[in-house]
C-alpha cells in the first residue's frame, strides 16, 4: 500500500549566519512518519493560484506552530507581545486551509496552524492572554522551559471526535502560546478547554478530518494519546 502524501507548509526564517530558508522543525516530521504518512515540505514561496492543483495532489495536510499570525487579518491592532509575524506564510497558509477544507482533505493542526485555522475560516484570536482574558493562568511555557514540560491540564467535550480518538476526556499537556481562539468560526466546534477557559482544541465535524489543537503533541510522542492523534489523522487519508 502506498503512504499518503501530506503537506507541511514551511515559513521563511531569516537566520544570522545562513541565508533565508524555508523549514520546518525535525519533531513534526518524525511525528509523520512514525504515524505511517510521508511528509513534503511546501515552501509558502508558491504562488497562491498554485494552490488549487497542489491540494488535488496531496492525501492531507499538517500545519505546525510558529510566529503569530498578523492581527489584522482578524480585525486587531498590533500589540507589544506580537512576535515573529511572516505575512508570506500568513497567506499561504490561510489559502492552503481554505482550500483544504473546501476539497474536503484531511487537515491536522497544532498551535499556531490552529490559530491559522480559525482565522482562515472567519474566527477571531487574542492577541495576547495574559493582556485580555483576566484572571488567565500562565499559557507561554517558553523558550526558557523543556517544549515537553506537561503544565495544565485540558478537557475534552465527552463524544468529541477528539475525545474519541485519545480515548480520555483530561490530558495533561504542554504550552507554548501566548495567543489563543478568541470567536470561534462557524462550522468549528470548540472542544478542549483549560481550567480558565482557553480553547485547547476544535473540529469541523461536517468534515471528513479537521483537527486542531493548541498544545504542542508532536513534542509528546511518548505518550499513547499524542501517538494516536497522528494515526487517526494518516488513517483519515
Known amino acids: 500500500m502506498n503512504k499518503p502524501l501530506i503537506g507541511i507548509p514551511a515559513g521563511r526564517i531569516v537566520g544570522k549566519v545562513c541565508s533565508p530558508t524555508y523549514q520546518s522543525r525535525q519533531v513534526d516530521i518524525q511525528a509523520i512518519l512514525a504515524a505511517g504518512g510521508l511528509p513534503f515540505l511546501l515552501p ?9 492543483g497542489i491540494v488535488t495532489k496531496f492525501d492531507g495536510f499538517y500545519l505546525t506552530g510558529g510566529g503569530d499570525l498578523d492581527p489584522t487579518l482578524f480585525g486587531e491592532s498590533n500589540h507589544e507581545r506580537i512576535y515573529g509575524v511572516n505575512p508570506e506564510r500568513d497567506a499561504f497558509e490561510i489559502a492552503l486551509v481554505s482550500q483544504t477544507i473546501s476539497q474536503d482533505k484531511p487537515l491536522l ?13 472567519g474566527g477571531t484570536l487574542f492577541v495576547d492572554i495574559a493582556s485580555h482574558i483576566p484572571g488567565a493562568q500562565k499559557h507561554d511555557w517558553y523558550p526558557t522551559y523543556k517544549r515537553d514540560k506537561l503544565v495544565h491540564d485540558v478537557s475534552i467535550t465527552p463524544g468529541s471526535r477528539l475525545a474519541r480518538i485519545l480515548g480520555v476526556n483530561s490530558v495533561r499537556t504542554n504550552s507554548l502560546h501566548h495567543q489563543s481562539i478568541n ?19 476544535v473540529e469541523y ?33
Open 44 to 52: 509558502a514561496a508558491i504562488a497562491l493560484d498554485e494552490l488549487p
Open 205 to 237: 465535524p461536517d468534515k471528513r478530518f479537521v483537527i486542531g489543537v493548541q498544545w504542542h503533541p508532536e513534542w509528546l510522542q511518548d505518550q499513547a494519546p499524542m501517538r494516536d492523534l497522528y494515526r487517526a489523522f494518516i488513517g483519515a487519508l
Open 183 to 201: 470567536r470561534v468560526a462557524d462550522g468549528l466546534n470548540a472542544v478542549a478547554f483549560a481550567a480558565d477557559g482557553v480553547i485547547e482544541a
Open 109 to 121: 493542526t497544532v498551535c499556531r496552524g490552529t490559530q491559522v485555522l480559525n482565522v482562515a475560516c
